[in-house]
């Protein structure tokens, strides 16, 4: 089993950034990839980003040219970077992670972000 915390997200104003944050703990053998989904209200969850732990990275329709993933493997972490953020990336955006599917088999609990003035 892998766990997955988020932490980050919150409530920004357009054109602001935010960095999300989540941390695996568990069986890290397990946790190869992780990466970034979200979910607006009413809609379907769609990836934003993911990256390996040999740094290959691979981004959404969403995640392309404003944010940014990066890992740091010696502290199981992975970041996504969030700049010129638009109402339409209003979301609950959730960590996850896995080693043979895409997406993984571990999900965090997801944490809030709200882009609104």
């Known amino acids: 089993q892998v766990q997955l915390v988020e932490s980050g997200g919150g409530l920004v104003q357009p054109g602001g950034s935010l960095r999300l944050s989540c941390v695996a703990s568990g069986n890290i053998y397990n946790a190869y990839f992780m990466g970034w989904y979200r979910q607006a209200l009413g809609k379907q969850v769609e990836l934003v980003a993911t990256i390996t732990r040999n740094g290959r990275t691979n981004y959404g329709d969403s995640g392309k040219g404003r944010f940014t993933i990066s890992m740091d493997n010696s502290k199981n972490t992975v970041f996504l970077q969030m700049n010129s953020l638009k109402p339409e990336d209003t979301a609950v955006y959730y960590c996850?992670?896995?080693?043979?599917?895409?997406?993984?088999?571990?999900w965090g609990q997801g944490t809030q972000v709200t882009v609104s003035s």
């Open positions: 996850n992670s896995g080693r043979h599917t895409i997406p993984g088999d571990y």
